[in-house]
């Protein structure tokens, strides 16, 4: 630590001061900063891309079947080598030449439940040069293939929810997350990319961040949720959380090379300083992940006022 402090950057807030590990999976601190830079540029891209009328944009969700017993580090890497196996197959290419699929962005997204354990899938977010909506059997077929070819003793995936198509642009989904409550509010650049702030569809799911909550551990108990945690870290360790189709950035106009984890975390420094904090303020937000997150909402929102009166109300006790 070096004098920390909460800063605003492009509406944006986080902590600043201490030193950062730019992993874009695991960390409270700099996972926002590098998942909303990322909105940010999809959003853009998003913008000009739809400002032509005859563009369309779809969203795809790619899942594969599992069971409670598989591991993360089993089941990432599966779903992420479909993935290119398929996108690099020739029938890929035919589909994409038969849809005018131009451009893709690929995400991944990780949750957790007790019923059905670690539920890695993909969301695909497919820039069409037109009106006409693609095919979901055909994806469904490419999907079941390429699986098949990677883990031939696997389960096939569900024709009703292997494949999730929906279109993505001046729809019910759009308007959907444009509708949500200011501490859940996205657009469809944030559902792509912001995985650290969704939940599980399961009323049982987690996302993998919760499991550094309190209500979290005491349901799951310590000893469990840090086994899951563990998991987690070391099969995202070094893995892409985002991908963008080659030229795309180029094609809308996006200066620049993508930037990486790394840089984005650096250009981040450069914030506004909206709170200092003391050492027992950094130390209970660095602890408690959801108090964390709620005040640098609340900063977010312009409620300063607010985050300070919580910061200042969860480290009496320590003053004390």
Not at 161 to 186: C, F, M, Q, W
Not at 196 to 223: C, E, F, T, Y
Request: glycine fraction near 6%.
């Amino acid at each position: 630590m070096t004098g920390t402090s909460i800063r605003l950057h492009d509406g944006k807030a986080y902590i600043a001061g201490s030193e950062h590990c730019a992993n874009p999976w695991c960390c409270p601190i700099c996972t926002p900063i590098i998942r909303s830079r990322r909105a940010r540029d999809l959003r853009t891209a998003i913008e000009r891309w739809t400002a032509i009328e005859e563009h369309g944009l779809w969203f795809v969700t790619l899942t594969v079947p599992h069971v409670k017993s598989d591991s993360l580090d089993e089941l990432l890497p599966l779903v992420s080598t479909a993935w290119s196996r398929m996108r690099g197959s020739q029938a890929w290419r035919r589909y994409a030449r038969d849809y005018a699929i131009e451009h893709y962005v690929r995400a991944a997204e990780i949750t957790w439940s007790a019923q059905h354990g670690w539920h890695p899938h993909l969301h695909i977010l497919l820039f069409v040069a037109g009106r006409t909506a693609p095919d979901r059997k055909r994806i469904t077929e490419m999907w079941a293939d390429s699986l098949h070819a990677i883990a031939p003793g696997r389960k096939a995936p569900s024709k009703r929810h292997g494949v999730l198509l929906e279109e993505a642009n001046g729809s019910p989904i759009l308007a959907a997350y444009l509708a949500k409550t200011p501490d859940k509010r996205r657009d469809i650049a944030s559902e792509v990319v912001r995985g650290d702030r969704k939940q599980s569809r399961n009323d049982d799911g987690i996302n993998p961040l919760q499991l550094l909550d309190d209500d979290v551990q005491a349901r799951l108990g310590p000893d469990k949720a840090q086994r899951l945690w563990c998991e987690y870290v070391d099969a995202t360790y070094r893995k892409r959380s985002i991908t963008w189709s080659r030229n795309l950035r180029q094609a809308m106009g996006i200066d620049g090379d993508e930037p990486t984890d790394e840089q984005i975390i650096q250009r981040s420094v450069h914030g506004i300083p909206v709170i200092d904090l003391t050492t027992e303020a950094y130390r209970m937000l660095r602890t408690t992940p959801s108090i964390h997150a709620y005040v640098l909402q609340r900063i977010e929102d312009g409620e300063i006022p607010v985050a300070l009166q919580v910061i200042d109300e969860c480290t009496a006790p320590a003053r004390n």
